[in-house]
């Protein structure tokens, strides 16, 4: 079984840190938190699958050590809202327990003094599985008081993101989970990270995983030679040019993820995303800026470019 671990899932590991190591535990995951907001919303007509997205990050208290559990008034919780997005419209806050989403209690976690998403995943894909502009009533708890609120909800890409923890300057996505490594809040900035976290929801949108394994690629060692080279490549560049579409229909300056490649590429190119599976940075630079002048003047907010048509097309 797959199984990914946000950061605020693994508490213990940065608390053993010094102060002045890693960004708190707060700050990345509201970092991330803000970035995948803008991007997901901003771009949702070019992802063929919807949720409703509220902007509030769940955690629930069996993601964490039994002696950290306590601190829960209800099994699942609100970790933080993003400024200005629905669910901060609506009055929710940090701390606020989720009794109930749509009229419908949240389960139960099952008894296990080991940590687990299963209970936090759950509460996120009841809220996925609601209608996409329909209204979403919550029941909140916080102080023993309950109250209940209506979140107007926006329109999403249907993936969810998380952050490792580890030194790896690195990020990956699956088609539905985007990770990006923790080392790299300590390393770069907002406009920076959204560079990465655009290109890995590319991949996402233009079906990568799903194309590269009706390919019949390997992965591991075997990805680094041959035919699985080259597609693995050619996925990764596609990403790179979608990746800075997706950053302008955000609102940033796509132009962003040439510097990032130009300016860090050669000081990343040691770990981050470089292999015989990936271009140079040079090469990166060089294809997304190629790419961004084929675009129209005054182009539309959000555009749509024609290399959405490739998610259909086989990898060959």
């Given at each position: 079984?797959?199984?990914?671990?946000?950061?605020?899932?693994?508490?213990?590991?940065?608390?053993?840190?010094?102060?002045?190591?890693?960004?708190?535990?707060?700050?990345?995951?509201?970092?991330?938190?803000?970035?995948?907001?803008?991007?997901?919303?901003?771009?949702?007509?070019?992802?063929?699958?919807?949720?409703?997205?509220?902007?509030?990050?769940?955690?629930?208290?069996?993601?964490y050590p039994r002696e950290?559990?306590?601190?829960?008034?209800?099994?699942?919780?609100?970790?933080?809202?993003?400024?200005?997005?629905?669910?901060?419209?609506?009055?929710?806050?940090?701390?606020?327990?989720?009794?109930?989403?749509?009229?419908?209690?949240?389960?139960?976690?099952?008894?296990?003094?080991?940590?687990?998403?299963?209970?936090?995943?759950?509460?996120?894909?009841?809220?996925?599985?609601?209608?996409?502009?329909?209204?979403?009533?919550?029941?909140?708890?916080?102080?023993?008081?309950?109250?209940?609120?209506?979140?107007?909800?926006?329109?999403?890409?249907?993936?969810?993101?998380?952050?490792?923890?580890?030194?790896?300057?690195?990020?990956?996505?699956?088609?539905?989970?985007?990770?990006?490594?923790?080392?790299?809040?300590?390393?770069?900035?907002?406009?920076?990270?959204?560079?990465?976290?655009?290109?890995?929801?590319?991949?996402?949108?233009?079906?990568?995983?799903?194309?590269?394994?009706?390919?019949?690629?390997?992965?591991?060692?075997?990805?680094?030679?041959?035919?699985?080279?080259?597609?693995?490549?050619?996925?990764?560049?596609e990403a790179d040019l979608?990746?800075?579409?997706?950053?302008?229909?955000?609102?940033?300056?796509?132009?962003?993820?040439?510097?990032?490649?130009?300016?860090?590429?050669?000081?990343?190119?040691?770990?981050?995303?470089?292999?015989?599976?990936?271009?140079?940075?040079?090469?990166?630079?060089?294809?997304?800026?190629?790419?961004?002048?084929t675009m129209p003047k005054?182009?539309?907010?959000?555009?749509?470019?024609?290399?959405?048509?490739?998610?259909?097309?086989?990898?060959?």
């Open positions: 079984m797959r199984m990914f671990l946000r950061l605020s899932a693994v508490l213990l590991a940065f608390a053993a840190l010094p102060a002045h190591a890693a960004p708190s535990l707060l700050e990345v995951d509201q970092r991330l938190a803000a970035i995948a907001w803008r991007l997901t919303t901003a771009n949702a007509t070019l992802c063929r699958e919807q949720q409703p997205v509220i902007g509030a990050t769940l955690h629930a208290a069996d993601q950290l559990r306590d601190g829960f008034a209800t099994p699942v919780a609100v970790e933080l809202v993003v400024p200005g997005a629905p669910a901060a419209l609506a009055g929710v806050a940090a701390d606020d327990g989720v009794v109930a989403v749509d009229g419908r209690p949240l389960p139960a976690p099952q008894p296990s003094d080991t940590p687990t998403s299963a209970t936090r995943d759950a509460a996120q894909a009841r809220i996925a599985a609601l209608p996409v502009a329909a209204p979403i009533p919550l029941l909140l708890r916080h102080a023993g008081a309950e109250r209940r609120v209506t979140v107007l909800p926006r329109a999403g890409c249907r993936v969810e993101f998380e952050v490792l923890t580890g030194s790896k300057l690195g990020a990956s996505s699956d088609g539905k989970v985007v990770q990006v490594g923790g080392a790299l809040f300590e390393k770069f900035g907002d406009d920076q990270i959204a560079v990465v976290v655009a290109h890995e929801l590319a991949h996402a949108i233009l079906r990568h995983r799903v194309r590269l394994e009706a390919a019949g690629v390997k992965w591991g060692l075997l990805s680094e030679f041959g035919r699985n080279a080259r597609l693995f490549r050619r996925t990764e560049t979608l990746g800075a579409y997706l950053l302008r229909n955000a609102g940033w300056d796509p132009q962003l993820a040439v510097r990032f490649w130009r300016e860090y590429g050669s000081g990343i190119d040691g770990g981050m995303f470089h292999s015989r599976t990936h271009p140079s940075s040079r090469d990166r630079a060089d294809a997304i800026a190629a790419e961004l002048a005054e182009a539309a907010l959000p555009y749509l470019p024609p290399m959405l048509a490739l998610r259909d097309e086989p990898l060959k």
